[in-house]
């Protein structure tokens, strides 16, 4: 698919991340005003909640876009999803007669604040990368047993925590928690000191299950990916995670990028997971390429200085797609609901560069990975900011999700006092 | 603390659930009618949100009762709660000049539907029961390695899923999941066969935090407490549990009592956690009697038959109390909110007969549990119904939370047709 030409000019750039192709969905807020629905075109915004009351996306009696969050257009269902999208594209593309009364409700992205673009109803993070699950057990256990029985049959997945899932741009604050190294008598209760980031990509659920669902069904569920950090700390996830997994050491933070890149979006840049090593049993099976073809990159600014690329990798390395950790999360019969958000789990390629966590590009800590500024790093030091970019290349245009960046604050000096 | 008398009759019984120290707050539905806060007294339930319509109940400007979840009341803040009770306890004591402008507020109970009481934001599932863990630890790992190193030190806990928390008397479905048993070649998709139930206590948070907080700030956030059945599938949870912990296992259904009992009404049953093994850190540290002193049994009964008592406890045995749990949660800055709940972790008790689960009671499925009417079971089987049930007993009263009671469907024939 080519690009798709707007009247709006910033939108056809080959290097634009917003074109007519792209048009996700954010919440955005100007000056004193309350934040509302918009969509990204070139480096404008279309405010949906205004270009709503008057009359230009009307679907229904009661209004969508007037809201901090599209959990109310994701619930209205598939059908409704590609009229909107349609709408738009019909409004935003050159030649649109509609451009005079479309023009006025163009906000500058540079004047914008953007928040939290949905509200989390519940938060699942996956393990389904087989390159970061196989650094990790390799460190953890040994090249023998890096992989648990089970990796090859079920996307392996862990409950996290809605409530600290925060939109880009948030500052992040360095956790205490309980620490015992393992030549430690005896635990004790610290700032975190192995203190990471994990690259990976979120699924938004836009529509309600109850009952498993396929694999199919659950690609139709999914509404849209941003990107998303999911902010580890590794000495606190070391003591607690035996045996009933990570607990405290997931809970301090979850960055997401600021803009639902649609499905509909990424329908050109569909591919296959890879090949099987073991055959997954039927209502897991891959049904059509269900991955998506998405540069990551990552990179590390100390405070004050200059970001380095850490990490680049692609989503297409990943072992199992957000349709079939939907249809596992499913299996039991556990009801699913739009605004849940499932983490890919951390995006690491084959290659020592290509690598989405600190643990695994400083191997435990044990090689530091050296920033172009000079400076070294095993896990992050108070002040790091950290960029997590995704980019889907076309045929002379780029879709992109806006940065999810966030920076680490030093950890309080009492966390008990008020 | 003896018993306080009402003018309700029924209420003053010595073997009444819900005396007027009691006064739990419930959502009950008669009729045609929308579901509605209600408060239950005797026999009868005082309908709040009608008791609001006509000002015998007013705290703001805004109504707090008209809804079908607790969760607005939480919201308000302690301060409110306290002034809620007050209020009506003055309304409902014996000798009440309010008697003849409330009593046409009470519906009886028996003709009433209840409902979830409050909307779950999140859901948390400990593991705090020190000899359910070594039961547990045992059976997997030998009794010298029963207890893994962190558990005398923090309780452990997992994430759980909010959209599977269901009211009582709710039939529960047998889950499909993925099962390898320890001689399998290879996993197979099947109904669950060993699904099985844990008798537990749920603590409702009612305040948000943002931060850390201490063990007495996290005593003082707790809203109420309710009886919970976090039903279990055995076989699901040992395939797919390492290395991140329960997931599917735990999704089908979690049972709550339809009844919170508040905080303020257990204050006379207050009782201390046991002595300490190992010290704990000063931030979880006991600072007070924070467990309670509530006698828990639990009746199977086979489809169509009478139950039988199967295990008999009491929540004054667990290791930790919902405070420090609380307050373990919020270490690593993880937000809590108005809503959240958190599931004791299995109630079990010294004796065999006090083991609050199947996989207890049976040990593994070795020795099966023989009830009343001469059947046996290792797990549980299609129609059982399990009922958990709670009582404080204080000086001429008893305090109940009604029944957490649910029955077991057979497993779907296809989980995919439709």
Known sequence: MPLMRSWVDSANAPDCPFPLNNLPYGVFSTGEEEPRCGVAIGDKILDCGAAESVGLLNFGDEPLFDVPFWNEVMEQGPELWERLRNRLTGLLAEGSSSRPSVEPFLVEQAAATMHMPFLVSEYTDFYAGKHHATN???????????LPPNWLHIPIGYNGRASSVVVSGTDVRRPWGQLKGPNDDAPRFAPCARFDLELEMGA??????????????????????????????????????????????????????????????????????????????????????????????????????????????????????????????????????????????????PEKHQRGSLLELSWGGKEPVTLDTGESRTFLEDGDRLTLTGTARGDGFTLGFGECTGRLLPALKDPYAR
């Not at 990790?136 to 890096?146: H, I, K, L, S």
């Not at 199919?216 to 607690?240: H, K």
């Open 204 to 349: 938004i659920v836009g529509k309600e299950s109850d009952g498993p669902v396929t694999v199919n069904e659950a690609d139709d569920m999914i509404f849209g990916y941003v990107l998303l950090n999911d902010w580890s700390a590794r000495d606190i996830q070391a003591w607690e995670y035996q045996p009933l997994g990570p607990f405290q050491a997931k809970a301090t933070a979850t960055t997401v990028s600021p803009w639902i890149v649609t499905r509909a979006a990424l329908e050109p840049f569909r591919c296959n997971t890879p090949a099987r090593e073991k055959e997954l049993l039927p209502h897991l099976r891959d049904n059509g390429p269900m991955l998506y073809d998405i540069d990551l990159a990552v990179t590390l600014a100390p405070e004050g200085k200059a970001a380095s690329t850490v990490a680049e990798t692609n989503y297409n390395v990943m072992y199992y797609s957000a349709a079939q950790q939907l249809a596992h999360h499913t299996t039991s019969g556990c009801p699913m609901n739009p605004g849940d958000l499932l983490g890919s789990g951390t995006i690491s390629g």
């Open 136 to 146: 990790v057990g390799t460190m953890f256990r040994g090249a023998e047993n890096a």
